[in-house]
């Protein structure tokens, strides 16, 4: 058998010596007169989980486009994989892998053809021309993602679920080094959206850098190493959840409760209570200086006859950070929060699954 002529790679450059595996300073983009990005900056680290969170239309789509050079924006700079997407597109895209919200699949083709031919247009070396590697890394992709045994049927009649697993592993199959989705569990059932976040999590600790895009606080919650909170095309914070929780969820939280509830309002000028505020029908809430005064509290109201029922310290969810953001977005949430209130959650982005 002769030699088989493999393609010269590209020189490209090292993700290794960039800062970030992407970094967007002062985007914006309008389709136009509606702006769909404005000023937009933020960076995603190398093998971690970023999530652009926020509500439908604040440009997370838009976002993502921009950073696979799908769409070119008219002010800004962006550096995927130390490379410019806007000049650069062709490099950049094959070393992505993109699901998005309603995933281009061929429901005429069974699993398999569809994989087979994202294999073709990405490249992916065959060696002995046989496509016997490309085979195999087609099973092994289709088995990582739960899809195997139906690699022979016509996709028209897989589930959404089952097309959202097929996406993910064509996603992967060209090991990129890049992952963005875009809403993957977008009608999906309970059950199936929670394996693809388990999956997208296992992606993660094998050192994948991912990039997902969700309106759902319910899904960021424990997946994401960082957050990017976006609104009307641009980002209002950004970090991780630990650094969020210390720049807006200041001291320490307890919710207490007595079978005479009035009782508990004397400590509200209590050494180390910061805050506290306490509604009829729900517990009161102290904000403390620190976790250690929770025992000072309970010994002082023993002391005066105070028959406590609940005394719960409240360790603030991404809901709560993400509620606390908005407010001191528009100028009036931190007072809510510096008085140690837990944010309402009347104002929802997505319905928890």
């Not at 991404?318 to 929060?337: H, I, K, P, Q, S």
Request: net charge negative; with cysteine.
């Amino acid at each position: 058998m002769g030699e088989v002529m493999t393609p010269e790679t590209p020189d490209l450059p090292d993700p290794a010596d960039a800062p970030a595996a992407v970094e967007l300073i002062g985007v914006s983009h309008s389709f136009g007169d509606v702006p769909a990005l404005s000023d937009l900056s933020f960076v995603v680290p190398f093998s971690r989980v970023t999530v652009l969170l926020g509500p439908n239309g604040a440009g997370k789509t838009t976002a993502i486009r921009a950073i696979t050079g799908a769409l070119s924006p008219t002010a800004g700079s962006i550096l995927t994989l130390g490379l410019d997407p806007r000049t650069d597109g062709d490099d950049v895209r094959p070393r992505c892998g993109v699901v998005s919200a309603k995933p281009a699949l061929y429901d005429r083709l069974s699993g398999y053809d569809n994989l087979l031919y994202s294999a073709q247009l990405y490249g992916v070396d065959t060696r002995d021309g046989t496509g016997r590697e490309v085979g195999d890394r087609i099973r092994s992709s289709a088995a990582r993602f739960g899809i195997l045994d139906a690699l022979d049927h016509q996709v028209g009649g897989y589930s959404t679920g089952m097309k959202t697993r097929l996406a993910l592993a064509r996603s992967v199959l060209h090991e990129p080094e890049l992952l963005l989705f875009d809403e993957p569990t977008s009608g999906l059932d309970p059950e199936s959206a929670y394996a693809v976040l388990e999956l997208i999590s296992q992606m993660s600790s094998e050192g994948h850098t991912v990039v997902m895009c969700t309106h759902l606080l319910a899904e960021a919650e424990g997946l994401a190493d960082h957050i990017v909170v976006m609104e009307s095309g641009h980002s209002l914070v950004a970090g991780s959840p630990d650094d969020l929780t210390d720049r807006y969820w200041p001291g320490d939280l307890v919710m207490l409760d007595a079978e005479a509830p009035d009782q508990l309002d004397r400590i509200a000028n209590w050494p180390g209570v910061v805050g506290y505020e306490r509604d009829p029908g729900s517990p009161a809430q102290a904000r403390l200086d620190s976790a250690g005064r929770v025992a000072d509290l309970v010994i002082g109201l023993a002391r005066d006859g105070v028959r406590l029922t609940r005394v719960e310290p409240h360790q603030p969810t991404l809901e709560d950070l993400y509620f606390a953001v908005r407010r001191a977005a528009r100028g009036d949430g931190l007072a809510t929060v510096a008085r140690g209130v837990v944010p309402a959650s009347t104002e929802r982005i997505g319905a928890h699954r």
